[in-house]
């Protein structure tokens, strides 16, 4: 069973940095040819994708609003994707939430990328003060 599990959120002044993880179990990041997402969900606003990677070959999507600023990464000899998000600002905050690309499940855009995607984390929390 797919299972991802994301964690390293908090709260951070503007400016700050924060590293996000998410460490997927049930199947083999390098083996797999569906790509990882991270996500995020303000209060009151529909989800958006952030960053999306294909684990195999490393390709990479970005939102337009985190690029330059976020990036994602994986080391899949430890099934985990990452974000790196640095110049946060307040309206990064959000719940943030990692999930497997799938041949079910809804669709959503990351940058030029729109695939399915299933299999949810359960969310970590970043805030960003002013």
């Known amino acids: 069973q797919v299972q991802l599990v994301e964690s390293g959120g908090g709260s951070v002044q503007a400016g700050g940095s924060l590293r996000l993880s998410c460490v997927a179990s049930?199947?083999?990041?390098?083996?797999?040819?569906?790509?990882v997402g991270w996500f995020r969900q303000a209060p009151g606003k529909e989800r958006e994708g952030v960053a999306a990677?294909?684990?195999?070959?490393?390709?990479?999507y970005y939102n337009d609003s985190v690029k330059g600023r976020f990036t994602i990464s994986r080391e899949n000899n430890k099934n985990t994707v990452f974000l790196e998000m640095h110049s946060l600002n307040p309206e990064d905050t959000a719940v943030y939430y990692c999930?497997?690309?799938?041949?079910?499940?809804?669709?959503?855009?990351?940058?030029?990328?729109?695939?399915?995607?299933?299999?949810w984390g359960q969310g970590t929390q970043v805030t960003v003060s002013s």
């Open positions: 049930g199947y083999s990041l390098s083996s797999s040819m569906f790509s």
């Open positions: 999930a497997r690309e799938s041949a079910a499940g809804t669709y959503y855009s990351v940058g030029n990328l729109r695939r399915r995607f299933d299999y």
């Open positions: 990677i294909y684990p195999q070959t490393g390709t990479t």
